[in-house]
Antibody, heavy 123, light 111 residues
Framework: EAQLVESGGTLVQPGGSLRLSCVAS????????MNWVRQAPGKGLEWIAY????????HYADSVKGRFTISRDNAKSSLYLQMNSLRDDDTAVYYC????????????????WGQGTLVTVSS | QSVLTQPPSVSGAPGQRVTISCTGG?????????VHWFQQLPGTAPKLLIS???NRPSGVSDRFSGSKSGTSASLAITGLQAEDEADYYC???????????FGGGTKLTVL
């Protein structure tokens, strides 16, 4: 069974940095694209970053472009999100999700999701 | 303001049927991109409920069904049960944003 486990969430001050991790198991990690999705307290879901299976291509939502970087280590079955210049409105639960499907990324299905890790940006 | 529009809430009595709508535009649902539905039970992560407009993953009850037409999609839940109380989200791809978009979510209350 495919599983994802995130870690790294904590309280951080505005302007600070943080790196989240997501460890995968139960599937061939190196063959699947991955995503980060976040959910602010009491709010809906927001896709923020995508990375291709090989790590050579990534895409970002405008809300995080230039501040966040998605990366992966296929040898460790791990996905990362480096978050810099954090703002109050980055406070959210951050989920990693596998993007399964063909080479056409628009067809990808987000399944499964991890349990999430909470990032709180506050002074 | 979400790119995909869902009603904030719906409700129904046990055993009843409810539907949740998801309205998009010409750059997402109207462009032919599939819609997917997720169920988020209180305090848990989202779980895939319906993929590619109408497909139920293994283990999902056949009380859940999806449909899509043009710029709109719907999730139907029949034989409502207390355990169906959750938030439901639709999702698709948007080519002008070059990324995935979600609806704002619909809270289902079983009366």
């Amino acid at each position: 069974e495919a599983q994802l486990v995130e870690s790294g969430g904590t309280l951080v001050q505005p302007g600070g940095s943080l790196r989240l991790s997501c460890v995968a198991s139960g599937f061939i990690f190196s063959g699947q694209s991955m995503n980060w999705v976040r959910q602010a307290p009491g709010k809906g879901l927001e896709w923020i970053a995508y990375i291709k299976s090989t790590g050579e291509i990534s895409h970002y939502a405008d809300s995080v472009k230039g501040r966040f970087t998605i990366s992966r280590d296929n040898a460790k079955s791990s996905l990362y999100l480096q978050m810099n210049s954090l703002r109050d409105d980055d406070t959210a639960v951050y989920y990693c999700a596998r993007g399964r499907g063909s080479s056409v990324i628009s067809t990808h299905i987000f399944d499964p999701w991890g349990q999430g890790t909470l990032v709180t940006v506050s002074s | 303001q979400s790119v995909l529009t869902q009603p904030p809430s719906v409700s129904g009595a046990p055993g009843q049927r409810v539907t949740i709508s998801c309205t998009g535009g010409s750059s997402n649902l109207g462009a032919g991109f599939d819609v997917h539905w997720f169920q988020q039970l209180p305090g848990t992560a989202p779980k895939l409920l319906i993929s590619e407009n109408t497909n139920r993953p293994s283990g999902v009850s056949d009380r859940f069904s999806g449909s899509k037409s043009g710029t709109s999609a719907s999730l139907a839940i029949t034989g409502l049960q207390a355990e169906d109380e959750a938030d439901y989200y639709c999702q698709s791809y948007d080519y002008t944003l070059s990324g995935w978009v979600f609806g704002g979510g619909t809270k289902l209350t079983v009366l």
